[in-house]
């Protein structure tokens, strides 16, 4: 594994070869130069890791006799640490951390909690592998499935967020059932027809990704049409979203037929597209309705706007009732998001 360094490599084999049966319970380890021939790695190495191991119990030692593996690998421990691992950079981390309603300082008046951006993981992977510790993953993609097995071969309990991999404990929101309600408000004002504005950058935000699938299905399913001049899924590059929304403002406004409702699924590009159309002279509730998938955003809480709103309190305390139960508990959530609306009093 690239970057993991070699003690946490050598820690990784040990402890394949525990849990593979190679090594027993309560076996005797092998000398260290039998270890050094095994493994092919210096004194120096297999001393730390087994120094480590031994930390972490995994192994146990008996004076004069040697170093042994324990008999209670599998027993959960109460966890002391929590790793945030999310794309965050060292700027938004500090923000992060100190918001109140953060889940980080949720986590922080239950254990020790550390913020790790994915740029960072490979150098702190090994510092996160030791009994004690739990690791979040804040819509982790495909590429960190190779550090969640090592983590997972460490003991270390490991919980997703906004994302759903093989047998790993998730919280996640239950998207399909709050694009339903948002699509069925949608139609409800503009009718069977809509356009649809979304990204293709699935590999930076492959959450979205699992949207779009839902939204489609969905639009199957209740005889939504989204004529193809107005599907936009071009767009990667941020730096550009003006001129994007512009574009798409322009299509989907300036021909024959009006477009009376939009569905966007990233909210950061609501305030653009909501610039473009006001300078068409289209105003929205009026001329339009959009609906839009994230959290709610300054300046949204406008007539003809409607937010699928993720609840990220209750997620808060799901994450709560996972480290209270050591994570040892099965945590398979999934929290309904709620659709909000604003009409003028």
Not at 79 to 96: E, M
Not at 234 to 259: L, S
Request: contains cysteine; aromatic residues 10%.
């Amino acid at each position: 594994m690239r970057g993991v360094g070699k003690i946490a490599a050598l820690k990784e084999r040990i402890l394949n070869d525990i849990r593979s049966g190679i090594l027993k319970k309560g076996d005797k380890l092998l000398s260290r130069h039998q270890f050094m021939k095994r493994y092919e790695c210096s004194r120096g190495s297999i001393d730390q890791a087994i120094k480590e191991l031994l930390e972490d119990g995994f192994l146990y030692s008996r004076q004069g006799a040697g170093t042994y593996v324990a008999d209670d690998v599998e027993t959960p421990q109460s966890i002391n640490t929590v790793y945030i691992v999310g794309n965050f950079d060292r700027l938004q981390a500090g923000a992060f951390f100190l918001d109140p309603g953060s889940t980080a300082s949720c986590i922080q008046r239950h254990a020790d909690c550390m913020l790790c951006g994915m740029a960072d993981l490979n150098m702190n992977l090994n510092k996160m592998a030791r009994r004690g510790n739990a690791v979040i993953w804040d819509r982790p993609d495909y590429q960190h499935l190779m550090a969640m097995d090592f983590l997972d071969k460490a003991g270390v309990r490991q919980l997703l967020l906004h994302r759903v991999f093989g047998n790993y404990d998730y919280i996640t929101t239950d998207s399909r059932y709050g694009i339903e309600g948002g699509l069925e408000w949608l139609t409800g004002h503009a009718g069977n027809k809509i356009a649809f504005l979304s990204t293709r950058n699935s590999t930076r935000y492959p959450y979205i990704a699992e949207r779009q699938l839902q939204f489609f299905e969905l639009a199957i399913r209740h005889s939504i049409m989204v004529p193809p001049e107005w599907l936009f899924m071009e767009w990667e590059h941020e730096a550009e979203t003006a001129v994007h929304m512009e574009e798409a403002a322009e299509k989907i406004f300036g021909g024959a037929e009006p477009c009376r409702g939009i569905y966007l699924d990233y909210a950061i590009w609501a305030g653009p597209f909501l610039q473009a159309a006001s300078r068409r002279g289209l105003e929205n509730g009026r001329d339009f309705h959009l609906l839009i998938f994230d959290s709610v955003l300054s300046g949204l809480r406008q007539p003809g706007i409607a937010m699928i709103e993720q609840n990220l309190d209750a997620q808060n305390d799901k994450i709560i009732e996972w480290l209270k139960s050591k994570g040892d508990s099965p945590m398979r959530s999934k929290i309904k998001p709620q659709l909000l609306t604003y009409r003028k009093s």
